[in-house]
């Protein structure tokens, strides 16, 4: 192809948010490939691997945030009625929950006020800026609720996704040690720890680990949502006065 | 299939709805989500209906932050400022929300007569 002709193409493909969508869709399912076939190492997690992918293509194509987000919208939307869906693990295993109500609720309650308190204290101790300290508050909730709580409670949504996923990794990585030195056997509670600190890719963990284990962490995961986005806003008031 | 997908639309447009007309700090899909949990529990069919579309959204949750995650390339400078106080939360903080929550359901489950099973 004539240099020529080849710049009129990447102009059009460039422009085109058809384009911005594809290449979403394919780092995704690239990163989601590669992840699956070294036997998905925590570490190497398919979000932020897709991440870096795409974000490599824009730094090197010089393709401004606005121009690519008009094709990637598309799958962003997609986040509000995800977050609706959240609700189907709760009516799934709502007999299960009745029964359990009180561990149940006791563990939601300790691990978000936990999760937000001990995020923003941390931040606070290492000199965290005030618009860290609003970012990372939701980080162990599931990334659309807490860029939800993000935007309510004056953080960057933009930083607390990766936060959100950057904590997910680090949950994932230190749920089996960490539980196995404080000597926590039961299947239910190592699931649901990990669940409620480290969301969906917490659970993703859990359910490769132990079936009960990945039940109680989607469980968890749907809970903290509920529960946080709740708090948050209380708690924080509190904890920045 | 369409018909699901539809449903969790309405919710989540409720709860939208809901979050403008009574100022709540919560955002809109939560309330939806609250909404469609107390609903499917006594609504006999509705958990069916919605969970075509939601099982499909849930599998492939991962996929949905990628765009907004890819926005933290315009806010690089600012990763970099505070890339201690990050790393400190990542660290100390996910290590103390599974500790508490998993050492709380162990402790809570055996005082009321729910211990482990395994």
Known sequence: ???????????????????WLALTLAAYVGSDA???RLGRPPLLNPVLLSITAVGAVLVVSGTDYPTYFEGAQFVHVLLGPATVSLAIPIIRYRRELRRLFVPVFCAVAAGSLTGIGSAVLVARAFGGSELLLHSVAPKSVTAPIAMGIAREIGGLPELTAVVVILTGITGAVLVTPLMNLL?????????????????????????????TAGTYAGLALALNGLFTALVAPTLLMLLMR | ??????????????????????????????LGLALLAVLGAVVPGLLD?????????????????????????????????EIVPLVAVLV???????????????????????????
């Open chain 1, 1 to 19: 192809m004539p240099v020529e002709s080849a710049q009129t193409f990447w102009v059009f493909l460039a422009t085109s948010p058809l384009f």
């Open chain 1, 34 to 36: 590669l992840s699956a």
């Open chain 1, 183 to 211: 000597r926590v056997r039961d299947w239910r509670a190592r699931g649901f720890a990990s669940g409620l600190a480290g969301h969906g890719i917490g659970t993703a963990r859990a359910l490769q680990v132990n079936a």
């Open chain 2, 1 to 30: 299939m369409l018909r699901s997908f539809l449903v969790l639309v309405l919710f989540q447009f409720t709860g939208e709805a809901l979050a403008i007309f009574f100022p709540l700090p919560v955002p809109g899909p939560v």
């Open chain 2, 49 to 81: 209906e919605v969970a075509k579309a939601a099982d499909m959204l849930l599998a492939n949750l991962s996929l949905l932050f990628v765009p907004a995650g890819v926005g933290i390339l315009q806010h690089l400078d600012l990763l970099r400022a």
């Open chain 2, 92 to 118: 100390l903080s996910t290590g103390v929300t599974l500790a508490v929550t998993a050492l709380v359901f162990v402790g809570v489950s055996r005082l009321t007569g729910h211990g482990e099973e395994a």
